[in-house]
């Protein structure tokens, strides 16, 4: 990950609001007035001095459940992101690896979950299932890793036709081998902006899980149910339920301005080799 | 002089602060050819483009003139560029197949330009590219244009965008790399009608190639061009009979090796018995092919692309499991595919790729590169793996300090090194070369070669070498297949195969390799019984 492109201005909003947001996330107790569901004043109270961005809907500080909040979507999203790319990358360079009728089986296993509705999916098995937060991280990452195993074997399946790939195979070398040395490092830039666009969509997909009550279980939350909490003070003009909102677009936002700096740098990788 | 139609001075082209082209002067007179020859790197194309007035993304031209007929092309006006382009001064781009636009009929496009600068009427512009489809000895040339690019060949695509540059009646041709994506056989073709084209239009043309036999035939003048400076001018007869430089003098003595036959042949190391094979059932690549390699011998196979050669080379080395026939390799039957053969076997059978660029894990050093099949093989270890490794350098002429680098911090030539050295450190028996020096510039592939012919001679190392190039048959090898649609059309050893009497393809083959010397293509039209107008 040596000489990364120059960085833009945009790179630099979008790396300081993930900056910003990690920082959060990693030092909440220090950096939260109030515990996460402390009653420190009447029902969506304003904002004053000791309730930054006023109180929500049963009188917690806003501020302080945004900032534990933080952490909670955080730790969320990066399990689910981490476990995605550890089943997805892992299958999907298997798939390409191997090819013939074990990238077959794979590959239409993995069409057939994608042909299931995420959303529809999701509902129905955490419905089911004990509501805990391994249970929704495991099916978070589920439900990702199909992406990703479409994205990863698309990938090494262009790497495998490679002349060096061939040489490794003469050679003798194991199909492990062929995939953490010859095939995964070549394809860590394009995976590592997957990556980020993974963990975004993970963000808002928490959000929504959260938001319809499926998600983060009270009285933790993170800002999906933040807005569905204080959701209903919008009829009375109150908008404690846009400020999670706007910190879950800010953060997606961010996320995919980074992405977008490391993809110029895939690109500027591959447009290295002229002629003439 | 009034007559002189091109004239550049002291042009000079950068990419941000490297120099791509350094005071380049030279100027070119109506009705004459000047070749620009050089290897990659040279400034030979971005000279050429420059005559358009043109410089590729991230160039500028940040010195000296370029004047057209006494007008500055260099600053002019987009519009006024627009107009210059495709009306006095034409290009001709070396791959024709990517250039057209597949999904419009040849005729539309070859009058396109002419019709855009509303220098013709339509039906005077088809009338025209009749005409020269008809020069370029297009087949049909009626309804040549009728066809879309699909239905052409390489070769008849090459031509019809000369068609394309000469519609106009443009004052010059820029001729970039016209020939080197075509086979030579193809090629001789496409040279002997552009040179005919050229000289019954009196159109001037600017040829670029790395090819100083192929130049020497289009060409009246030659510009030698190296990093971006000039080499040498001269006519064709003063580079050939009297050059000035050095540079200019290997180029010109370039090819001409051969390696001393030998008379007999040795016992064989590798044996290949009615071999059958194809990527999809029922289609068969390769039929009925039968070779022996002789033990610590070359064995090359030559063909033009399609013919086969390389999926032999796959059949080989395992990666393409032949349907039907036997190899054997060393007195023991090879096994079919890859997965059933013995690590013993995978080691004694190396390969060198045609590219090197993507031969090399580019995220790989030098060192672990080469240190890989030394641990997988050997097992060697610290203070033994690395006195092998640099034992490994020293034999392919490339210092120690090369261990740190990665791939792309290599030029061509040394990546192909890395490459063969990389076969080298198995110590196999044989060694498949799959066109190993076709995507080199020629005097680093002379290198290479020399180094293949010079590790034969210490270590006995046998080749399978795979090739299209006559020159370097007659350079390395010692018996000979020429291949064509699959089928072994000759087989022998060098002396019989490549003296007469000839079998037809190999007859058009052998003709049509370019020989460094001028007037070699005017002989071998001559020569031949009546010029083929469909290839």
């Known amino acids: 990950m040596k000489n990364l492109p120059p960085l833009t201005p945009m790179a630099l909003i979008g790396l300081v609001g993930v900056a910003a947001f990690i920082v959060l996330a990693a030092f909440a107790p220090w950096l939260a007035p109030h515990p996460v569901s402390e009653v420190v004043g009447g029902v969506w109270d304003v904002p004053s001095a000791d309730a930054l961005l006023g109180t929500d809907n049963i009188g917690r500080d806003l501020f302080s459940r945004l900032v534990w909040g933080a952490r909670v979507t955080f730790v969320i999203a990066a399990l689910s992101t981490a476990i995605a790319f550890l089943i997805g990358v892992s299958l999907g360079f298997y798939a390409a690896v191997r090819r013939g009728w074990i990238d077959q089986i794979l590959s239409r296993l993995n069409d057939l979950m994608m042909a299931i509705p995420t959303l529809i999916f999701a509902l129905v098995v955490l419905a089911v299932l004990p509501k805990n937060m391994v249970v929704l991280v ?70 929504t899980l959260s938001f319809l009550g499926l998600g983060v279980q009270p009285p933790i939350a993170d800002w999906g149910s933040l807005v569905k909490e204080n959701k209903d003070g919008l009829l009375f003009g109150i908008f404690a339920a846009l400020i999670p909102g706007a910190a879950i677009a800010a953060l997606v936002i961010c996320v995919n301005l980074v992405v977008d700096w490391i993809l110029r740098k895939t690109t500027s990788l591959k447009g290295a080799r002229r002629n003439g | 002089m009034a007559d002189i139609l091109l004239k550049v001075t002291d042009l000079e082209i950068k990419a941000g602060d490297a120099t791509i082209v350094d005071k380049v002067s030279f100027d070119l007179q109506k009705g004459r050819v000047l070749g620009l020859i050089g290897e990659s790197g040279a400034g030979k194309s971005t000279i050429g483009l420059a005559s358009l007035g043109h410089s590729r ?144 239009t009196g ?155 993507l031969a090399l894990n580019p995220r790989q050093t030098v060192e672990a590169i080469l240190s890989r099949p030394l641990a997988f093989y050997f097992g060697l270890k610290g203070a033994a793996l690395q006195s092998r490794v640099a034992t490994l350098l020293d034999q392919i002429e490339l210092p120690h300090s090369m261990l740190g680098r990665y791939p792309a911090e290599l030029s061509g030539g040394q990546k192909q090194r890395i490459c063969i050295a990389r076969a080298l450190a198995a110590d196999p028996k044989l060694i498949i070369c799959d066109e190993p020096t076709s995507a080199l510039d020629p005097l680093v592939a002379e290198g290479i070669l020399d180094l293949l012919m010079r590790l034969q001679a210490e270590v006995g190392t046998s080749y399978l070498f795979i090739t299209h190039d006559l020159a370097i048959v007659r350079a390395i090898a010692d018996t000979v297949a020429v291949m064509l649609g699959g089928k072994v059309v000759r087989y022998g050893r060098k002396a019989e195969v490549l003296a007469p009497p000839f079998d037809p393809y190999t007859e058009k083959l052998v003709a049509s390799v370019p020989e460094m010397r001028p007037g070699w293509l005017d002989e071998a039209i001559a020569r031949r019984p009546s010029p083929r107008r469909s290839s």
């Open chain 2, 57 to 200: 993304d991230g160039l500028q031209i940040t010195g000296g003139q370029a004047e057209l007929n006494g007008r500055d092309i260099l600053h002019l006006s987009k519009r006024d560029t627009r107009l210059l382009r495709g009306a006095a001064v034409t290009y001709v781009a070396q791959s024709a197949a990517a250039a057209f636009n597949p999904a419009h009929r040849l005729i539309d496009q070859v009058i396109e330009a002419t019709l855009w600068h509303g220098l013709m009427s339509r039906a005077m512009a088809i009338e025209r590219a009749k005409e020269l489809f008809a020069l370029l000895g297009l087949p049909d040339p009626e309804n040549f244009g009728d066809r879309y690019p699909h239905q052409g060949s390489g070769g008849q695509l090459q031509r019809a965008m000369t068609a394309m540059a000469l519609c106009p009646h443009p004052e010059l041709i820029v001729f970039d790399e016209p020939t080197t994506a075509l086979d030579v056989t193809t090629q001789i073709e496409v040279l002997a009608a552009i040179k005919q084209a050229i000289a019954k």
């Open chain 1, 138 to 207: 495991l099916v978070m990452a589920t439900l990702e890793a199909t992406r990703v195993f479409r994205v990863s074997r698309a990938i090494a399946a262009d790497l495998v036709g490679l002349d060096y790939v061939e040489v490794a195979r003469l050679r003798g070398e194991s199909w492990s081998w062929i995939i953490v040395r010859e095939i995964l490092p070549n394809a860590l830039s394009p995976l590592l902006a997957e990556l980020g666009l993974r963990f975004a969509f993970a963000i808002l997909f928490l959000s």
């Open chain 2, 203 to 357: 159109t001037s043309a600017l040829y670029i190639s790395h090819d100083l036999a192929v130049v020497a035939q289009v060409a009246d003048d030659i510009l030698v061009l190296r990093n971006g400076r000039m080499v040498e001018r001269g006519s064709v007869d003063d580079i050939f009979n009297a050059p000035r430089e050095d540079y200019t003098r290997q180029l010109v003595s370039m090819r001409q090796s051969e390696k001393p036959a030998r008379e007999q042949a040795r016992d064989s190391l590798l044996s290949i018995k009615g071999i059958e094979a194809g990527y999809i059932p029922g289609i068969p690549v390769l039929q009925d092919v039968s070779l022996d390699l002789g033990r610590g011998e070359t064995l090359a196979v030559v063909g033009e692309s399609g013919s086969g050669k390389s999926t032999l080379a796959r059949v080989v080395t395992g990666l393409l499991p032949a349907s039907s026939g036997t190899l054997s390799f060393d007195g023991k039957e090879l096994a079919n595919g890859l997965a059933a053969r013995t690590p013993e076997t995978l080691r004694n059978i190396q390969i060198v790729n045609q590219i090197p660029d």
